[in-house]
């Protein structure tokens, strides 16, 4: 079993859930393929940074996304991003030794998701994307952020026993 990043729930709208995360360090990749920013990120973990040393793998892999509000069509503009392991202080990472690889603090903040399972292929993510977007509309909830997606499983892992997420920085009125 992996560790997966912290979070508190602080409400339910239907299927949407309402969470509340601690700051968490993360290592990114932008601008570049999946496959690729995946591949940096896992050469990462593995040892390949300044001091050598293994990072175990965390959950989730999250993947920012540009989805058009007019077109559910996902850009080429993404940003991968492994969720460093808890016990990690942003001094304690080591250095990356590829620049494409960025240690950085997502700070504290409120996220509302919506779960599904199987593949995260476009359509998925993309009718998900809408259905949370329109729960929160209906709701009042004021969206801060652009959506994101978080896988919880290796590819390997057939769809139909996949988790995934869609998430979106929110505001809420206390």
Known sequence: ????????????????????????????????PENEAFGFLFRYISGRNRTKKKIAMTAP????????MTAPVISDDTTMSFVMPGAYSLDDLPEPVDTEVQIREIPPRDVAIIRFRGTADEASVAGMTRRLEETLRENNIAVTGTPFLMRYNPPFIPGMFRRNEIGVEIRREE
């Open 1 to 32: 079993m992996v560790e997966t990043a912290p979070y508190e729930e602080s409400g339910r709208i239907g299927d949407v859930e309402l969470r509340k995360y601690p700051a968490l360090r993360v290592a990114s990749v932008r601008g570049v």
């Open 61 to 68: 892999v999250i993947t920012s996304e540009t989805i058009a």
